[in-house]
């Protein structure tokens, strides 16, 4: 049983930072890439950040610069560490692997971020 849980969102201030974490259980970790996806209100989700097996990191363009994504395979987690948040961050935050995410019940609840005054 796959499971990719979320945890870290909250509401912050523009220009604010979260840690995001993606704990994971049932895959090979370590073998896996993991991506982190969004989707505000009213749009598509929207693939966010990805980082593979071997740590290779691809960023969408709106969020180079700014967002960072690690993971620990000790301990079985995906970090989003995202700085410097907008307003136009504000969505529901999403880990899964890329392999999974086509499948509709990979998906889990993900973790609400709010940025805003």
């Known amino acids: 049983q796959v499971q990719l849980v979320e945890s870290g969102g909250d509401l912050v201030q523009p220009g604010g930072s979260l840690r995001l974490s993606c704990a994971a259980s049932?895959?090979?970790?370590?073998?896996?890439?993991v991506a982190w996806y969004r989707q505000a209100p009213g749009k598509q989700r929207e693939l966010v950040a990805v980082i593979t097996s071997v740590s290779t990191t691809n960023y969408a363009d709106s969020v180079k610069g700014r967002f960072t994504i690690s993971r620990d395979n000790a301990k079985n987690t995906v970090y989003l560490q995202m700085n410097s948040l907008k307003p136009e961050d504000t969505a529901v935050y999403y880990c899964?692997?890329?392999?999974?995410?086509?499948?509709?019940?990979?998906w889990g609840q993900g973790t609400q971020v709010t940025v805003s005054s």
């Open positions: 899964n692997t890329p392999l999974r995410a086509a499948r509709a019940d990979s």
């Open positions: 049932g895959i090979i970790f370590s073998i896996n890439a």
